[in-house]
């Protein structure tokens, strides 16, 4: 396991929520968002510094008032195949919705990513909190929260199903013999699901990593299952320790309880992290590069988001928050709008009062000179409250006073790396590789059959998938009748 912290960094080029006016910047080009240069540059400034990840957020709906780095981006698995034949070994995550793809065509995709960036893919699995996204795939209306989680649980399933269609050894590939392709090491899916009907095989290899390393992002009580149950890392928010530590706590006992090693699900909150040559010089360039987030009017149009974009300028500012509001919420980001209108309704606000509220600067942990940054990620990461960060890039000046500054710190504390160990993501991660589940049945059924446990040790599979976590090998008679009866 690896015990250094874990960093990733996000690529939002001209600005995410709540940065409507980044691209203002003179550093960000108008076009970052869609100039695979750009995002090249960051790649390799990030993996010379020997990062873990770059990760791609994604959604697919918007409205003029979303902010610009949505209005106008490239879709992450088409991106990421670009950034995978320009860089060698920095992991390469794209968000993916659950909701809006079916199983067969994002596992060969996320297979194919895997096999091009030699064992560095990555899915962020979301099952989309814009409901707008139904009206681009021919739907009157979004999924609800347990059809959207449940659609999620049992996309991830079969994917891995998918991913274990070949066995590692499946293609002889001997021109001597003329054999291609070893037949007893292909192996269909037949997936007869609630929401999918898949026969498979895959028609791709294993890929490097067995199963490309799955991130989740949800934070409903579905969403905190899903992650604990199925992914390898959750991204959240930072907010303090104490509350990232419960909510690391919280993914790490529910997996513990789905029979998981808690230690296989890494907890990587976002971290905005400004660098300054004082603590006092770090926290002004913070409230500068306030001044390019949203005004009024911008927050005012991005608070219905949460809400399936309802429309907040039709309402009286001065008036009491209009609570009813979370009603259109139903099937958008129902958790985020529930603690928006609970704090509105506990503290009497009104609606200018909510926008001034969310509008206003709120201090980042991770602001300081580099020695304080260094100290608060060590902090952080020795209570547990997070395994690692991903880090905002809010301007590539200061991605490097990052890179240049603190990690050298904290590489002389021994809690980064200074170079690459493995090749691929899982093996930065400190993640086993999944052992193939038709292998592992082959093993097991050959162990059963010999009476010299010598034999059948020898027979189990060898290398760096043997160390997966026993209690994550799903047994092998039980995980393929999951696949089939599920
Ligand atoms: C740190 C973080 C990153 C997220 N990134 C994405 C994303 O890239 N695309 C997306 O559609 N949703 C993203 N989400 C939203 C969630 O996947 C989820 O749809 C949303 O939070 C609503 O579900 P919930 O109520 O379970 O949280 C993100 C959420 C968090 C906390």
Redesign the pocket.
């Known amino acids: 396991m690896a015990r250094h912290i874990t960093f990733g960094v996000i690529l939002t080029g001209t600005g995410g929520p709540g940065e409507h006016n980044r691209w203002l910047d003179p550093e960000i080009p108008g076009d970052a968002s869609v100039d695979i240069d750009w995002y090249t540059e960051q790649a390799q400034l990030a993996e010379q510094a020997a990062l873990d990840l770059v990760f791609i ?3 697919q709906f918007i409205t003029p008032d979303s902010p610009p780095h949505y209005l106008n981006r490239l879709e992450p698995l088409t991106l990421l195949s670009a950034l995978a034949a320009r860089t060698e070994r920095i992991g390469l995550v794209g ?1 993916a ?1 659950t909701s809006y793809n079916s199983p067969y065509n994002l596992a060969r995709r996320f297979a194919s990513l895997d096999l091009i960036s030699r064992g560095r893919a990555g899915w ?1 699995v ?5 409901a707008g996204t139904a009206g681009n795939y021919s739907r009157d209306e979004h999924y609800d929260y347990a059809t959207r989680y449940g659609r999620a649980a049992e996309h991830i399933t079969v994917s891995r199903a998918l991913w274990d269609s070949y066995e590692d050894d499946a293609f002889p590939r001997d021109r001597e013999s003329g054999v291609f392709l070893d037949p007893t090491k292909l192996h269909r899916t037949e997936h007869r699901g609630e929401h999918f009907s898949i026969d498979g095989p895959l028609n791709i290899e294993r890929s490097p990593q067995g199963h490309p390393v799955i991130f989740q ?4 009580t ?2 905190r299952d899903l992650g604990a149950q199925h992914a390898d890392g959750i ?3 930072a907010s303090s320790i104490p509350a990232n530590k419960a909510f690391a706590d919280d993914i790490k006992s529910r997996a513990a309880a789905f029979g998981r090693n808690p230690e296989h699900v890494l907890i990587l909150p ?1 971290a905005k992290i400004i660098v300054g040559d004082t603590d006092e010089q770090a926290r002004q360039i913070e409230l500068d590069q306030h001044r390019l987030s949203n005004t009024f009017d911008q927050a005012l149009g991005e608070l219905g988001r949460p809400f399936g974009w309802h429309d907040f300028r039709a309402y009286d500012l001065d008036a009491p928050f209009p609570v009813e509001v979370l009603v259109h919420a139903e099937r958008s ?4 709008a529930t603690q928006i209108v609970e704090h509105a309704r506990s503290a009497g606000l009104t609606l200018r009062q909510v926008v001034e509220q969310r509008s206003a600067p709120h201090p980042s942990p991770f602001v300081g000179s580099a020695e304080t940054v260094a100290d608060t990620l060590e902090e952080w990461f020795r209570a547990g409250a997070a395994d690692g960060f991903n880090v905002y890039v809010s301007t590539p000046a200061q991605f490097r006073r990052f890179i240049d500054e603190v990690l050298p710190i904290l590489r002389e504390r021994g809690l980064a790396r200074s170079a690459y160990e493995g090749r691929t993501l899982r093996e930065h991660l400190g993640l086993p590789k999944p052992v193939n589940r038709h292998t592992a049945a082959r093993a097991a059924a050959a162990a059963a059959e010999s009476l010299d446990p010598a034999d059948a040790a020898a027979s189990a599979p060898a290398g760096p998938t043997a160390a997966l976590d026993p209690a994550e090998a799903a047994t092998p008679a039980s995980s393929v009748a999951q696949f089939v009866d599920a």
Do not use: I
């Open positions: 957020v994604d959604s968000t919705t962020n979301v099952t989309s909190g814009d992002a949800g934070d409903s579905e969403g991204f959240t928010h976002g980001f129902k958790t985020q």
